[in-house]
């Protein structure tokens, strides 16, 4: 009886994970394509780092390192930034996992936040100079986006530290969270249907009887 209660437990665990992460990928991709400023040495800047240091703090180095790659990768693919798109995967899936892993042998304290952020933050940066570098032939082409790059990596660490210090102050953080996995599971739906909608020709649902 314990062992299947256990079980249990993890499976919802295990669930709840996993719409988490879905959550953060929504999050992740709608930050990163909601505000975008092409940068000069190519690709754009975004809010999407804020999500991903985030969801690297409530998720873990694997749930995090997921969320934190598909969300803004997709955002790239979707943008027409394909040619972005393996990179961002790698780039921010590491973040993820480095700001995820800092955060918890630190202890969660805030200030982990901010130092697991800036490292993430740094291999951001680097990780695009070099990939940009790669892509122009040039390593000169590639310090073109490094400024924006720091100031999109500055604001990401401040909002989320500011973001995590609001979440772990008291339950309301928590309600917030659960509230959030709602209406992603509704949103969800809603794209899904929208998708039939428009790509199909059911006739129930065109109640074309």
Do not use: H
Request: charge should be positive; hydrophobic fraction near 55%.
């Amino acid at each position: 009886m314990g062992q299947t209660a256990k079980g249990r437990a993890e499976a919802l665990y295990k669930l709840k994970m996993m719409v988490m992460t879905a959550l953060f990928v929504a999050l992740g991709y709608g930050a990163t394509s909601l505000l975008t400023i092409p940068a000069p040495g190519g690709g754009y800047l975004n809010l999407g780092d804020t999500i991903v240091l985030l969801g690297a703090c409530l998720l873990g180095p694997v749930y995090g390192a997921a969320a934190g790659g598909l969300g803004p990768a997709l955002a790239d693919l979707l943008l027409g930034y394909g040619i972005y798109v393996p990179a961002t995967l790698v780039i921010k899936a590491l973040m993820g996992v480095t700001a995820a892993l800092l955060y918890r042998a630190l202890r969660k304290k805030i200030w982990a936040v901010i130092l697991g952020g800036a490292v993430a933050e740094a291999i951001m940066v680097a990780g695009y100079y070099l990939f940009e570098s790669a892509l122009a032939g040039s390593p000169a082409a590639g310090l073109a986006g490094v400024p924006g790059n720091l100031i999109q990596a500055a604001f990401s660490v401040v909002a989320s530290v500011l973001l995590t210090g609001a979440l772990k102050k008291s339950a309301v953080g928590e309600k917030a969270v659960n509230l959030l996995e709602g209406v992603v599971l509704l949103a969800l739906l809603l794209v899904v249907t929208a998708y039939l909608v428009d790509g199909s020709f059911n006739p129930f649902l065109y109640f074309r009887f």
